[in-house]
Structure formats: C-alpha cells, structure tokens
C-alpha cells in the first residue's frame, strides 16, 4: 500500500448546525472535501492566532480556496478609518 501524504488521522463529532456550516462553507468556497475544507478552517484558525504564517507573496487562490479569476480587493487598516 502507497504511504499517506497526510499519515496523521483526526476524528472530530460535530453537531448537526457544525457540520451544516460546514458543508455550506465547503461549497461555497469549491472546496474537494471535507477534510479539504477542515484543514483550511484550521489553518486559518491558527494563522489569525500567529501560529501559522503563509509564505510572502502567498495569496488564498494558491490554497485553492478562491477561484482564480476572483480579484481582491485591497486591505484597509483600522486606521483608514
């Protein structure tokens, strides 16, 4: 059998409403699956907390999470008022 690229295994219970938000999260952003969808949750959830850092340059599209003809629109600062 071929090794895992991902050789850790988690198993998460979630309630009803979780796992709708979920779903509805993962379609709306045309993520492959489930376990696509948790990883960018949880990625996101830690970078917001300093824990992760995506490389410079890195932009959402390039984690497959936006589709690649969406444009971005600049980040204002809390000081832009």
Same mark, same amino acid.
């Given at each position: &059998? /071929?090794?895992?690229?991902?050789?850790?295994? $988690?198993?998460? &219970? *979630?309630?009803?409403? @979780?796992? /709708?938000? $979920?779903?509805?999260?993962?379609? @709306?952003?045309? &993520?492959? #699956?489930?376990?696509?969808?948790?990883? @960018?949750?949880?990625?996101?959830? *830690?970078? #917001?907390?300093?824990? *992760?850092?995506?490389?410079?340059? /890195?932009? #959402?599209?390039?984690?497959?999470? *936006?589709?690649?003809?969406?444009?971005? @629109?600049?980040?204002? #600062?809390?000081?832009?008022?």
């Amino acid at each position: &059998m /071929a090794e895992l690229e991902r050789p850790q295994r $988690l198993q998460v &219970m *979630l309630t009803d409403e @979780e796992l /709708a938000a $979920l779903e509805n999260w993962r379609f @709306e952003k045309r &993520m492959p #699956s489930r376990s696509a969808a948790v990883r @960018e949750l949880l990625r996101r959830g *830690l970078a #917001s907390e300093g824990f *992760l850092t995506a490389d410079t340059g /890195a932009k #959402s599209q390039d984690f497959g999470v *936006l589709p690649s003809s969406h444009k971005e @629109e600049p980040q204002r #600062s809390p000081s832009d008022g």
